[in-house]
């Protein structure tokens, strides 16, 4: 078992839809990243969270560190959202991040 | 600069041969980090570095993996006597400080084939 799991591992929406991905983890951590990786390849920092909720524009991240849960939302989602967003973790005095496989979300027009 | 550079941003070798893969941080950012994408696969950390210390190394594969960093600045992976399964795309990334507390800023990678 993955110490990270996301779901869904794909996901297609109708642009304008409401996007929710999760992310579960197994160990304890000090950090839980979202990264998004567009088609060409190239990385994007969305958020880096410890606890609560963090607002970009139409980027919502949440996490519950009781639970080992974060979902990343999407509002009025739209064909340039189309990436892999994945989720990784950090560990107590660890700079290592370990990553989950990714969702890779697709809006259609 | 105004981002990470890597270079090269493609590398064919033939296997058994030794490659130098290079990252140009952002200026100022003390962390630095590497990983690896094998085709259709996620992400894996190799190693970082805090300013040239290498604190952790855990990830590099096998001992024909080796990185250094020089001046807080640039820095090298080199992978010696490459084999097939060395082919992935090699992402660095720099942060102005540990945790990624303010971030990670990627680098857009370089594509090693091993052949």
């Known amino acids: 078992k993955n110490e990270v799991e996301q779901s869904p591992q794909n996901l297609t929406a109708q642009e304008g839809e409401f996007i929710t991905i999760n992310c579960s983890y197994s160990?304890?951590?000090?950090?839980l990243h979202w990264l998004q990786q567009h088609p060409g390849g190239g990385i994007v920092s969305l958020f880096m969270?410890?606890?609560g909720k963090k607002k970009h524009g139409r980027l919502i991240a949440t996490i519950n560190i009781q639970e080992k849960h974060s979902s990343l939302h999407i509002t009025a989602s739209h064909p340039r959202d189309s990436a892999v967003y994945i989720c990784?973790?950090?560990?107590?005095?660890?700079?290592?991040?370990?990553f989950g496989t990714g969702t890779r979300l697709t809006i259609i027009p | 600069g105004a981002g990470v550079s890597q270079s090269p941003s493609n590398k064919v070798t033939e296997k058994g041969k030794d490659v130098e893969l290079r990252c140009d941080p952002i200026?100022?950012?003390?962390?630095l980090y590497w990983y690896r994408q094998r085709l259709g696969q996620g992400l894996e950390f190799l190693i970082y570095?805090?300013?040239?210390?290498?604190?952790?190394k855990s990830g590099l594969p096998s001992d024909r993996f080796s990185a250094e960093r020089t001046g807080e600045s640039v820095s090298t992976l080199t992978i010696q006597r490459t084999q097939q399964e060395d082919s992935a795309v090699y992402l660095c990334?720099?942060?102005?400080?540990?945790?990624?507390?303010?971030?990670?800023?990627f680098g857009s990678g370089t594509r090693l084939t091993v052949v």
């Open positions: 990334a720099s942060s102005l400080a540990l945790r990624g507390y303010y971030g990670y800023t």
């Open positions: 990784a973790v950090s560990g107590f005095g660890n700079e290592k991040l370990t």
């Open positions: 200026s100022g950012h003390t962390a």
């Open positions: 570095f805090q300013g040239n210390s290498a604190p952790d």
């Open positions: 969270l410890s606890s």
């Open positions: 160990v304890g951590i000090s950090a």
